[in-house]
């Protein structure tokens, strides 16, 4: 029985780390739910003001390590691509003021607004989760983990969806 056991273990964690057929750091787009935002002086965002453009929302917060350490490359990202064609919204479910004191103790440079919804409403479980939306608003991609937002890679993505 032991045996049996260690092997229906073994078959499973086998199953599980299986990532052949899989994109790395991405996950397939879900309709679980549509980010509502609000810019940090309490204005709502409407998304469809974003239509024409591709829109990205990458969500973080202030505790997330890995999500503070990709901002160097989404400041990056912001740089190379005009924002006539994309849009980078970068959210988090924290409060305002706890927000404001990231900005002002960190200095990135990036369009920072506030997640009025939760993290599990949209299916996120993990951070940082990226959002990808096309020009019709229509959301074309999820990015788990962090990138290299200035990358070839990534570039390239994004240009194909622009």
């Known amino acids: 029985m032991k045996h049996t ?6 078959l499973l964690l086998l199953g599980c780390a299986d990532g052949k057929n899989k994109q790395p ?19 709502k965002i409407d998304l469809a003001d974003f239509k024409g453009k591709t829109l990205v929302i990458n969500l973080w917060a202030t505790w997330c390590l890995p999500c503070i350490k990709e901002m160097p490359s989404l400041v990056e990202l912001t740089k190379k691509i005009p924002e006539d064609q994309l849009v980078l919204l970068v959210a988090t479910d924290q409060k305002i003021n706890v927000i404001n004191k990231f900005i002002e103790n960190k200095g990135f440079k990036l369009h920072f607004v506030q ?10 479980y993990a951070l940082p989760m990226t959002f990808i ?13 962090t990138r290299d937002w200035a990358g070839n890679e990534t570039l ?3 240009t194909n969806i622009l």
């Open 25 to 43: 750091n991405s996950a397939p787009p879900l309709s679980k739910g549509i980010p509502e935002l609000q810019e940090l002086d309490g204005s």
């Open 5 to 10: 056991t260690l092997i229906l273990l073994m």
């Open 115 to 124: 997640l009025k919804n939760s993290m599990e409403s949209l299916g996120v």
């Open 156 to 158: 390239d993505l994004l």
């Open 133 to 145: 939306y096309d020009k019709k608003g229509n959301e074309v991609q999820r990015i788990e983990g």
